[in-house]
């Protein structure tokens, strides 16, 4: 076959293929074409449709956990806000019981300072009538042993003896008084 006949046969097909009554295939295809645009406008209706569902459904989750969230964040704060209250009430506590305990600490420790200095003191008070009373009797026996001499040579001790605290209680009395101390000191 040569390349006309092959033309002319193809062109033979085509003129075979369309039908006689051209009006009704144009009915036929506008029919479907109007069939095909009513399912793509269905079509496209429906995919609307579906995206407003998937939108309704992706806020409606957001929705969720944003609740859930908040929720869990409210519940975080309440939870903190609980553990801070009872950190500081621990502390507020153990601050007092520390308080206490110190003031019962500078109590104790003032308390036996005060017994120390009472008993230091009264020590030193017995030490000092002790030495005082050495030192009188010192004094009185010297004082009565140079009386003594001096009355061997004069022969007159009683003015003398009678002078002394051992011979005379309401002088000893004013000669041992603390007022006296003041005195012995300077």
């Known amino acids: 076959m040569t390349v006309r006949n092959q033309n002319i046969s193809e062109v ?12 009704e295939s144009l009915d ?6 109007q ?6 406008m269905d079509a496209t209706r429906e995919v609307s449709r579906i995206y407003r569902e998937n939108e309704m459904q992706v806020a ?9 969230a908040n929720a869990a964040f409210e519940e975080d704060i309440k939870q903190a ?7 500081e009430h621990d502390a507020r506590k ?8 110190a003031e019962k600490n500078a109590a104790e420790a003032i308390a036996m300072a005060i017994k120390t200095r009472d008993e230091v003191i009264t020590k030193s008070w017995d030490n000092q009538k002790v030495i005082l009373e050495k030192v009188w009797k010192k004094y009185t026996d010297t004082q009565l ?3 003594k001499q ?6 007159n001790i009683e003015p003398i003896i009678a002078l002394s605290g051992a011979t005379d209680p309401v002088l000893a009395q004013l000669w041992d008084n603390l007022d006296d101390n003041i005195y012995d000191s300077l």
């Open 60 to 68: 409606e989750a957001y929705r969720r956990t944003k609740q859930r």
């Open 150 to 155: 001096e009355l061997d040579t004069n022969e």
């Open 94 to 101: 153990a601050y007092q019981e520390a308080r206490e305990q």
């Open 28 to 33: 036929k295809i506008l029919g479907q074409a």
């Open 35 to 40: 069939k095909a645009y009513a399912a793509y």
């Open 81 to 87: 806000l609980k553990a801070r209250a009872e950190k």
């Open 145 to 147: 042993l140079s009386a």
């Open 12 to 23: 033979t097909q085509l003129v075979d293929g369309i039908p006689d009554h051209p009006a």
